[in-house]
């Protein structure tokens, strides 16, 4: 058996001798560890998505250049924060550009309102009677703002009726149809003296959209247009205002008018029947007229043209009272000719002179006049305007 050999002697040595002791190094079961993540990769993605995106493209270029160089990880963030923020940099370019043409326009538009002279009304609460201005004058804007204004100042417009309608579909022909029948027969019971409005003077008429009477707009509102030159004073010279014969006159003459202003919208080989009942509608509107003259022939003044005026009207009903019968379009088209010849202006133009009324012959009629030889050219007076 053997036995180890003592320690030598002296302090500072022990047996055996004690492992050496490990230098620095990575911890025992620990490999390399891998490199760091690139703080710009993420600052591009977080500025793409929450804060401004011109900043986002900054950082995920210089990600890419400190990942190319350092080795850092994060490319993929950094190709994708640069790519959103590429794409909401131009959102928000395009964004910008829309909302600035917006309150352009806005801008544009308040300093043409604030130009227009009047209070801010809204259009429901204007009634017969009242005057107002729209924005540069434009009557054709499906709902313009309007400001109402007294009517001895320069105005655009005069509101002749405000009233309710029921058509089924406000879009629909007849629908506009209806509405331009209220309307004129609104302001002739307004004006009644036709011939004695300003040339410029024009009808128009705000109906509802198929937008506005699903949110339950019912209104109609009829004025007269007189945008093409400046204009102060009221047009009203209705019934109240006027002498009862006037007024007893007027309606009947603006009832003939009117009748003869809507013939049917058919060429009368198409619609011949159609023509035959308008025919008739004219037939009745003289004898209307007609039992107003004979009224009034004794009264100071009108006993030597009333006679006249009934005399024309006689033979223009015979004429109307054949063609409501015509078998042909040619027979219905000569027949109306002779009915429109029967009735001079010249003699019109005395009876309303006679009953104190203006003389001045509209240009509409004088045009009118000299088309007889084309019925489909005989309006009978100047065609409606319409906003909607």
Not at 162 to 178: K, N, Q
């Amino acid at each position: 058996m053997s036995i180890p050999p003592s320690p030598p002697p002296g302090p500072g040595h022990r047996w055996p001798p004690p492992p050496p002791q490990p230098g620095w190094g990575p911890p025992l079961g620990l490999g390399p560890q891998p490199p760091a993540l690139n703080g710009f990769a993420l600052a591009s993605l977080l500025a793409g998505l929450l804060c401004f995106p011109p900043l986002g493209i900054a950082f995920g270029i210089a990600a890419l250049v400190q990942i190319a160089k350092k080795g850092d990880r994060g490319k993929a963030l950094a190709v994708t924060g640069l790519v959103l923020s590429v794409v909401m940099t131009g959102v928000m370019v395009f964004a910008v550009g829309r909302l600035t043409v917006a309150v352009d326009g806005r801008l544009d538009g308040l300093s043409e309102y604030t130009e227009v002279e009047g209070e801010l009304r809204d259009i429901s609460e204007l009634k017969a009677g009242d005057c107002f201005n729209v924005p540069g004058g434009d009557l054709f804007d499906e709902r313009p703002l309007v400001y109402a204004v007294d009517c001895s100042r320069v105005h655009h417009a005069e509101v002749t009726a405000s009233s309710t309608v029921g058509a089924a579909d406000p879009d629909s022909t007849e629908a506009d149809r209806a509405a331009e029948d209220a309307c004129w027969k609104a302001q002739d019971e307004y004006a009644m003296d036709t011939w004695a409005l300003p040339e410029f003077a024009e009808m128009f008429y705000f109906a509802p959209s198929r937008e506005s009477w699903s949110q339950g707009d019912r209104m109609l509102l009829c004025v007269i247009g007189t945008t093409e030159e400046e204009w102060r004073g009221s047009l009203r010279r209705d019934a109240g205002m006027l002498k009862p014969e006037q007024a007893a006159f007027l309606r009947a003459a603006n009832g003939v008018e009117f009748v003869m202003s809507r013939p049917p919208e058919e060429d009368v080989d198409d619609a011949l029947r159609k023509h035959q009942a308008w025919a008739l509608e004219m037939h009745a509107a003289l004898g209307e007229e007609a039992k107003v003259l004979q009224r009034d022939a004794a009264r100071p003044g009108l006993e030597t043209v009333v006679p006249v005026q009934l005399k024309e009207i006689e033979v223009a009903r015979a004429a109307w009272q054949r063609a409501s019968q015509a078998r042909t379009g040619a027979e219905f088209d000569r027949l109306w000719d002779r009915a429109r010849a029967a009735m001079s202006l010249e003699t019109e133009k005395a009876l309303r002179g006679a009953y104190g009324l203006s003389t001045r012959i509209p240009q509409w009629l004088e045009d009118d006049q000299r088309s007889t030889q084309d019925a489909e050219d005989w309006p009978g007076r100047r065609p409606s305007s319409e906003a909607v």
